[in-house]
């Protein structure tokens, strides 16, 4: 399996930021995407954004889009999640998938590879 790693959540208050870092020490991203979902309590896993490493393709979910950008680290072994202007609904914890194929999916069972989670906590 591809290990994964993901980092940066934590405890904010509303209207602030964070920035997540999913980290794939296996192997490098190229030729697959990379998403990153959330799951608040009591709630199904709920797409956030995705990259299609070659093309370069960026898909939002609507309730992020303006306030989230996702983006690639050069050396192909690091995508990140700036989260600005956050609000308490987007309290959830954080998950970065990956696929090996270069179509954006907004559903998770479409990706094969998956991270342990980080979580956010944005306080009203």
């Known amino acids: 399996q591809v290990p994964l790693v993901e980092s940066g959540g934590g405890l904010v208050q509303a209207g602030g930021s964070l920035r997540l870092s999913c980290i794939d020490s296996?192997?490098?991203?190229?030729?697959?995407?990379v998403a990153w979902f959330r799951q608040a309590l009591g709630k199904e896993r709920e797409f956030v954004a995705a990259v299609a490493w070659s093309t370069g393709e960026i898909l939002y979910n609507g309730s992020v889009k303006g306030r989230f950008t996702i983006s690639l680290e050069n050396t192909k072994t690091a995508v990140y999640l700036q989260m600005n202007s956050l609000q308490p609904e987007d309290t959830a914890v954080y998950y970065c998938a990956a696929r090996t194929g270069m179509a954006i999916h907004t559903t998770p069972i479409q990706y094969n590879y998956w991270g342990q989670g980080t979580q956010v906590t944005v306080s009203s």
């Open positions: 296996g192997r490098s991203f190229s030729g697959g995407s």
